[in-house]
């Protein structure tokens, strides 16, 4: 609220009308000036009873996007302009950005890190392939880490073991939120594919292609279709 301490608390009551949980979400407007972003980053959620700790595995932290996110209502409830959102937004960003840069100073990464998207990054359609593979054909791409949300279809496994880097991942990233809460097992898991001998190919256009010591693998995407060839 204009003028008051730099944190919001939305009332959030649960679906099942029992109990209830709070949202807050931080001023992060001229964070750095006033100190907030650095005790945050370093002592709240960073420091030794966080992200440094040696006795955590990890910690939870959800709309990295921060105000509004999941509380459409919360501008108003607040009276901010939309000018105030957004600079309550721009600050949000600028915190989580030095959280990231943080956290690869005490050996942690978070899931935005990884490059993805809310869950895991989607996954090629007939409409989006070419686009898809012509952004991960390349030595560049290796550098990046991949994670790539798995749907069980033959395409979506090409393209994973087409493009995929050094550090990379193909799976499920939201569970039991809108979606069954079992993880799928796909036939394609149990395959062994080999270690990849060289880098994406492009022999034709809109065709990608890349060998591994197991299985030679190609996606069409002119006519969105995959082929495995096993050694």
């Not at 070419?130 to 033959?154: E, Y």
């Not at 001998?197 to 969105?224: I, K």
């Amino acid at each position: 609220v204009e003028g008051g301490p730099p944190v919001y608390c939305e009332p959030q009551r649960q679906a099942t009308g029992v109990g209830g949980m709070r949202q807050f979400f931080w001023d992060f407007r001229d964070a750095e000036a006033k100190g907030l972003r650095d005790w945050w980053v370093r002592e709240m959620f960073g420091g030794a009873n966080g992200a440094a700790s040696p006795s955590l595995d990890g910690l939870f932290s959800d709309d990295v996007s921060g105000f509004p996110a999941e509380h459409a209502d919360a501008a108003a409830r607040m009276g901010l302009t939309a000018a105030q959102q957004a600079a309550v937004q721009a600050g949000t960003y600028a915190t989580w950005q030095a959280m990231a840069d943080y956290l690869l100073t005490v050996g942690a990464y978070n899931w935005q890190m990884f490059g993805t998207q809310d869950g895991a990054s989607a996954a090629p359609t007939k409409a989006t392939c070419a686009a898809f593979m012509a952004a991960r054909c390349g030595a560049d791409f290796q550098r990046r880490p991949m994670l790539l949300a798995s749907d069980g279809t033959n395409t979506t496994l090409a393209a994973f073991l087409v493009t995929r880097s050094p550090h990379a991942w193909l799976g499920t990233g939201w569970q039991g939120c809108g979606t069954s809460p079992k993880a799928p097992w796909y036939d394609y898991y149990d395959w062994d594919v080999g270690a990849p001998l060289g880098l994406c190919e492009q022999p034709a256009p809109g065709v990608y292609r890349r060998v591994w010591s197991r299985v030679n693998v190609t996606l069409d995407c002119n006519a969105f279709a995959a082929d495995f060839q096993f050694a």
